[in-house]
């Protein structure tokens, strides 16, 4: 809109307008911009439905000059609610509605809540006794007290390897200096995000099964990894083919400082052996189911593998952690994603732990969990074909 024939420009697709106090406020929730501005920039916003020229709006305006309108359109286009035809801007929004049209605008949330900034511990703890000084923490549990009771049999039964695993989880910060093995990277890989088989369904054929439930069997996690300590495995950024039990080598290095900013700037992660970036292809969701609540159904497959990975890590003995602070733009500029079809969701962790692990699996069991991998990693096609649900 600077000099020659002026730019069509239209509406952006992703915009709110809300109230705070007796304030309107525009907001487009993919740039994350907020603006309080004069209701009458909603009808000039209703206006630009669709591509018009910046001139075709003066006609329908009185009381204003053609330069005080040219100077709103442009700061409106500056602050993203108007989009210029043309620019990576437009593109990118012409984009967010073609993928996510059918879940716009209530899961607009996706978009409006990335890149928080996270405070550091002491500021974190100075903000919780302000928070404790203005009202006391919601109780963590609810009781019926007039409700008739009905007294449960013991459920403790720590005889079952599986129970001792579950019991054992628990979240680390802080790890030793060794280095985590290849071998159980693999399966930490294969029994969170591995296909472990093919189930038929009717109309859409044959769908992977995995260890984590999905919404619809759609599957759309993916997981990054970077290798940080990892023994027979070069530093550095990789993918994790599930297909075929395999890591696709991105980029080369050591990424220490990278992946502790990916995590909200917090440093324990430096000391971890590998962080595992855990994002979503919504199209695989999308496609089948065209309603916005299905977004809640992405965010419940990151919380079941999460879940998962940290049993397979606690039971291999090593020190999980999980993390729902993360850098999403920089991590998805990191890993080339355009953060629309394909976007960061969450980031688990793994080190060795400090001491002796809070559970120690028998050498029997070690050698026997490698088995299935050896079994992917030789003949994938005519493994994951052959099994059953």
Not at 15 to 34: I, M, P
Not at 202 to 217: R, Y
Not at 241 to 247: D, E, K, P, V
Not at 275 to 293: G, S
Request: proline share 6%; net charge positive; charged share 25%.
């Amino acid at each position: 809109m600077a000099g020659g024939t002026p730019a069509r420009v239209r509406r952006s697709r992703t915009l709110l307008v809300y109230w705070e106090g007796d304030q309107v406020v525009f907001e487009n929730y993919r740039t994350r911009v907020a603006v309080t501005a004069d209701p009458q920039t909603l009808s000039i916003l209703n206006f630009f439905d669709r591509w018009r020229r910046p001139d075709d709006i003066l006609r329908h305006l009185d009381g204003y000059t053609p330069n005080s309108v040219r100077d709103a359109l442009r700061r409106l286009v500056a602050v993203s609610l108007l989009v210029e035809e043309h620019t990576p801007e437009a593109e990118r929004d012409a984009r967010v509605n073609k993928i996510w049209g059918d879940w716009l605008p209530h899961a607009g949330f996706h978009f409006a809540t990335k890149d928080l900034r996270y405070v550091g511990v002491r500021r974190g703890a100075a903000r919780l006794r302000a928070f404790l000084a203005r009202s006391p923490q919601p109780p963590f549990f609810k009781s019926y007290p007039r409700a008739k009771h009905v007294r449960l049999p013991p459920a403790d039964r720590p005889e079952y390897q599986f129970l001792r695993v579950l019991t054992a989880r628990k979240t680390h910060r802080s790890f030793s200096e060794g280095r985590l093995r290849l071998e159980d990277l693999a399966t930490l890989l294969f029994y969170t995000w591995g296909v472990t088989g093919f189930f038929e369904v009717p109309v859409l054929g044959n769908l992977p099964h995995k260890t984590s439930p999905s919404g619809g069997a759609r599957h759309p996690g993916e997981v990054y990894v970077v290798a940080l300590r990892v023994q027979g495995l070069r530093p550095g950024l990789y993918h994790y083919n599930a297909r075929r039990h395999q890591l696709e080598e991105l980029r080369r290095g050591t990424l220490l400082e990278q992946v502790v900013q990916y995590c909200g700037a917090q440093p324990f992660v430096r000391k971890a052996s590998a962080v595992f970036l855990m994002t979503a292809v919504f199209p695989r969701v999308m496609w089948k189911y065209r309603h916005a609540r299905y977004y809640r159904v992405v965010l419940l497959d990151a919380g079941h593998l999460a879940q998962t990975f940290c049993l397979v890590a606690t039971w291999l003995g090593l020190a999980p952690f999980s993390l729902g602070a993360l850098n999403d733009s920089l991590i998805e500029k990191d890993l080339g994603l355009d953060g629309i079809g394909e976007s960061a969701i969450y980031v688990t962790g793994v080190g060795l732990p400090r001491g002796r692990p809070a559970f120690e699996r028998s050498s029997s069991s070690r050698r026997s969990a490698s088995l299935p991998i050896s079994s992917v990693a030789s003949r994938p096609d005519q493994y994951f074909m052959n099994s059953s649900r």
